[in-house]
């Protein structure tokens, strides 16, 4: 069943967009660019129309009411400088805001910057400080090529685009009205819905923001991180609007796999990329047997973060188990309960839980003594301080596999499978209850086996 909504939603959302009416604002509707088939969005697709228009009411509310509070708005700063590449980047960590080395990008703009083209960096701001006081670090650390985006715009353009999202709105209500527009009604109120929704205005005010930039750097090239995400399209359509000579490249850095659609879809020019920079050759084949657009060049540049990655060989394992959630509220839940469970039930076992950055854990409830978390620690170092990995839908699980860790995937009963893995992983190794789980680990370690070959680290 979950299969037939979404093929049925795919092509709802590929229909809508290839009409010839659907401007830049329909193109950023966060609904309409689904990453993959994931319960995540499965929920919201099939959630009654009035609990998500309630949820979205209240979000919107508390929004408009922000805006009468908001501080002074930060404006980029003048230029004596001529950067001919821009690179958007997300701030996941406000100590990453002055590394030389990006959370996406790695050493990229410094590589750039000693070939003398130079390159200007624009950061989205995920974490809990203000753009303004960010900023300020970096015009006291003087650094002066690069720039966080505010949350918000000022209150005239929070309501332009509230104007514009009505605007679509009547475009979808005449949509739906039409006898042979080949869009179920359902679909159609979905994407209403979701015009007024807190990642839709995120869209549409990256677009402003972005286009406000590149006037004032008039760069040659730009560079993002290309998962399929509306505000990736947004980036795209501003880029071709200021200029047809301003090339646009695509870095995948997410597993790319059979669920995942958005990446995939072919879309209209004016929303895509001319070339996608791949970290993996595997990587690059599913999106190349895809529906994905054949005019986008396609290039194997290899991991910019890990980009000296070699699969290592344990010599001893040792019973210690790093868990890995997504960036969903529901998968930290799921992993988290699982895994405190199997603490219980197995105290032999050491679980270190590393929650995504996006998320902190509310510690308001005793902890078995073997359990424990890790905020702050880089990714390697928690791999190198265990041997098994235990995960759902997370992009780390390549990582865990090429550090030489043994990957456990939790499958949930009647579940298409979000394993990242699922091409390459062994089969004993998908668990379904905590007993499964404690018999493999301990399988594994009363034998000393460790996995290798499972991917091709390029």
Do not use: W
């Not at 990256?206 to 004032?216: G, M, N, P, S, V």
């Not at 007993?435 to 390029?458: A, C, G, Q, R, T």
């Amino acid at each position: 069943m979950i299969s037939k909504n979404f093929n049925k939603y795919c092509s709802q959302s590929d229909r809508i967009l290839s009409r010839k009416d659907s401007d830049y604002v329909r193109h950023s509707i966060s609904f309409l660019h689904c990453i993959k088939n994931h319960p995540e969005f499965i929920e919201k697709l099939t959630q009654k129309n009035f609990v998500a228009l309630a949820k979205i009411f209240y979000s919107f509310i508390i929004s408009l009411g922000s805006l009468f509070r908001l501080r002074g708005l930060s404006k980029i700063r003048k230029i004596n400088k001529s950067f001919s590449i821009i690179i958007v980047s997300n701030l996941i960590k406000v100590g990453d805001l002055t590394q030389k080395k990006d959370f996406y990008f790695g050493n990229l703009q410094n590589i750039i910057d000693k070939s003398n083209k130079f390159c200007f960096k624009i950061l989205i701001n995920h974490t809990k400080f203000h753009s303004n006081d960010l900023n300020n670090i970096l015009k006291t650390k003087k650094i002066n090529n690069v720039f966080v985006l505010p949350r918000h715009l000022d209150l005239r353009l929070e309501i332009k685009l509230l104007f514009l999202a009505i605007k679509q709105l009547i475009s979808l209500i005449i949509l739906m009205l039409k006898p042979n527009s080949q869009l179920s009604k359902s679909f159609i109120i979905k994407s209403m819905i979701s015009l007024f929704d807190k990642q839709t205005r995120f869209n549409l005010r990256i677009r402003l923001q972005y286009a406000d930039i590149i006037k004032i750097i008039n760069p040659k090239k730009v560079i993002c991180p290309y998962e399929g995400f509306g505000y990736e399209r947004m980036i795209f359509y501003e880029s071709r609007k200021y200029s047809k000579h301003l090339k646009c490249f695509g870095y995948q850095h997410a597993p790319v796999t059979p669920i995942n659609f958005s990446v995939k879809r072919k879309i209209r020019s004016s929303f895509i990329p001319d070339e996608v920079f791949f970290t993996n050759k595997t990587f690059m084949r599913e999106l190349s047997s895809s529906k994905f657009n054949k005019k986008i060049k396609k290039r194997l540049i290899g991991n910019l973060r890990h980009p000296e990655i070699k699969i290592k060989k344990k010599k001893r394992l040792k019973l210690r188990c790093l868990i890995l959630p997504e960036g969903y509220k529901s998968e930290t839940n799921i992993l988290l309960n699982f895994s405190i469970e199997a603490a219980k039930k197995s105290k032999n076992i050491k679980f270190i839980f590393r929650p995504n950055p996006y998320f902190k854990i509310k510690k308001n409830i005793k902890f078995p003594k073997n359990f424990s978390f890790s905020y702050s620690k880089p990714l390697r170092k928690d791999l190198g301080d265990t041997d098994f990995v235990l995960y759902r839908g997370s992009g780390a699980s390549i990582q865990s596999v090429l550090n030489g860790n043994v990957p456990i995937y939790l499958a949930l009963p009647n579940e298409k499978s979000i394993d990242p893995l699922i091409k390459h992983n062994l089969k004993s190794h998908t668990v379904s209850n905590k007993d499964e789980f404690i018999k493999l680990i301990n399988h594994y370690f009363k034998k000393n086996i460790y996995i290798k070959n499972l991917l091709n680290p390029k």
